[in-house]
């Protein structure tokens, strides 16, 4: 199968250091990548980088099969790459319904959208009954809720999730977990999933990659990494 999203090895960083490099790494379509390390070992780096917050240093990204490292942002969200950042990503003084009319303005395009509007709420029924609450004053759980139903509207292809269970309590984590998951496999979209709780992550991944000091150490299928000897790096 033909990948959707390829790093060639990719080099990137801030000002004079260089954070992450030969970074290689491919994606099929449908495929939940489990992105994992130590703080500060480049993953959310090489998330920025692949979404062109960042510009690369060195290598290529590739998505179904064309070079877009030299692509805007906008471009690349037109072509279904998107970002839910740490920290959420949300317009806390707008309401629910306000942010999802903001995103929806400049995602949702073309003949056949794969989610509009009313789609959001039907996936999340916690955020239809809160549509005129302001974002903010949610707790931290529908908050992610909120931001991933941003994410997925218009046409997703590739989902980049920095951190979605930051802050929330465990039960929360599962149900948020279960949801990125169910989105995935039924819509056939891949994700690039960082993640703290590496458990969680596994429980829901189609394939691991480790990184330590800007690279990458370990890449493979989640049964082979709990088997490897890779728990160091965490």
Known sequence: MKPLLE?????AGYGTKTVISEVSVSLAPGQILALLGHNGTGKT??????????????????????????MRVAERVALGIRLLPEGRGI??????????????????????PMFREPD??????????RRQLRAGSMSGGQQQMLAL?????????????????????P????????????????????????EQNVAAAMRIADRIVIMNNGQIV????????RQANVWDYF
């Open 218 to 225: 370990f890449d493979g299928l989640p049964d082979e990494a």
């Open 120 to 129: 959001v709420f039907d996936l999340f029924p916690a955020l239809a009954e």
């Open 171 to 194: 039960n929360l984590v599962e149900r948020l977990f279960e949801q990125i998951a169910t989105l995935c496999r039924q819509h056939a979209m891949s994700a690039v999933l960082v």
């Open 45 to 70: 780096t090489t998330l920025k980088t692949i979404m062109g917050l960042l510009a690369a240093r060195a290598g290529e990204v590739a998505f179904d099969g064309a070079r877009i490292d030299r």
């Open 7 to 11: 790093l060639r090895g990719l080099a």
């Open 91 to 112: 317009f806390p003084d707008l309401t629910v319904a306000e942010n999802v009319e903001v995103v929806a303005s400049r995602n949702v395009s073309g003949p056949a």
């Open 149 to 169: 139903g941003l994410a997925i509207l218009g046409t997703p292809r590739c989902l980049l999730l920095d951190e979605p269970s930051i802050g929330l309590a």
